[in-house]
């Protein structure tokens, strides 16, 4: 299925402000396994909308980011800015759009039918643009289950942990401890519905410790992949959302011994003297495929 946590590879989504040349030749050139060309909060002052329309559209067109996948954030519901954004935008090379500020499954559910129309009107297979939902509020957070069932077009949802920590009037503590249990929960609620959880940005692009210590905690928790704002955060990203070489051989090893003896008539198999049940058998094989993925990348 082209929505499930199988189809992307999405270990780095990097911001790239739409507006700026600069920056964009910059994200041509980078690491990164998905490309968020920036239509809301970092294109100032209003009138530069249209111009990151006209560039993200003429760097799309001619090539620059054919390696990438591409996931325009546009602007949210009530800006005025969002059907310009996606006419302008719903073209070959955008694989979806990042969707602002989603609050309930109804957001969602408006965002997918006017996808749905424009495809309808411009002769585009239905579903072809799919869809990353950026969590931003507490009621985010606590309608992620509808948000998450509100689109087949969803393949992942991602965490805005400024503007959360803002609107539920919390401290973005240096520990990270405000921020715990929405990321928890946002995890939980993408791998419940088969798609993919992104983790927040990391606020602190010149403290890479400290950027460590969050992705070894991003991976505990379950996530794919994080928001990346410099790319000197992609390769630490890239590390710890990337099997291991050691992580890759034992699972083609369960793969293999479960086979043999499925085969063999044995039931289940055994490595290093512990059982290979269904779970650990399950789990070698995502590792296997996203291997496969970052093989093709």
């Known amino acids: 299925m082209e929505g499930s946590v199988n189809a992307y590879l999405m270990r780095s989504l990097m911001f790239v402000p739409g507006h700026n040349d600069k920056l964009l030749e ?6 990164a396994d998905v490309l968020l060309l920036d239509l809301e909060d970092s294109v100032q002052p209003k009138s530069n909308k249209l111009v990151a329309r006209e560039k993200i559209s003429s760097y799309v067109r001619k090539g620059s980011f054919d390696k990438y996948k591409v996931f325009p954030r546009v602007n949210d519901r009530e800006s005025g800015e969002l059907l310009k954004d996606i006419y302008e935008l719903t073209i070959p090379g955008i694989n979806g759009f990042v969707y602002p500020k989603a609050k309930n499954g109804d957001d969602i559910y408006f965002f997918d039918k006017l996808l749905e129309t424009i495809e309808y009107e411009k002769g585009i297979e239905i579903g072809t643009f799919k869809i990353i939902a950026l969590i931003e509020t507490a009621a985010a957070v606590m309608n992620l289950q509808e948000i998450c069932k509100a689109s087949n077009r969803l393949v992942a949802i991602t965490y805005g942990s400024e503007d959360f920590i803002t609107d539920l009037e919390g401290i973005h503590d240096s520990e990270h401890v405000s921020l715990f249990v929405p990321r928890a929960m946002i995890a939980m609620a993408a791998r419940a519905n088969n798609i993919i959880p992104i983790d927040t940005v990391h606020i602190n692009v010149h403290d890479l410790e400290d950027l460590e ?11 794919e992949g994080m928001l990346i704002l410099n790319p000197k955060e992609i390769p630490l990203a890239h590390r710890y959302f990337s099997p291991t070489k050691e992580e890759v051989e034992n699972a083609n090893d369960i793969v293999q011994l479960s086979k043999q003896a499925f085969e063999g008539g044995e039931g289940v198999a055994i490595k290093n003297g512990k059982f290979i049940g269904p779970p650990i058998l399950a789990a070698a094989k995502k590792v296997l495929k996203k291997q496969i993925l970052i093989d093709k990348k």
Do not use: P
């Open 26 to 31: 910059s994200a041509s050139r980078s690491e």
């Open 213 to 223: 210590h969050n992705l070894i905690l991003a991976k505990k928790l379950g996530f």
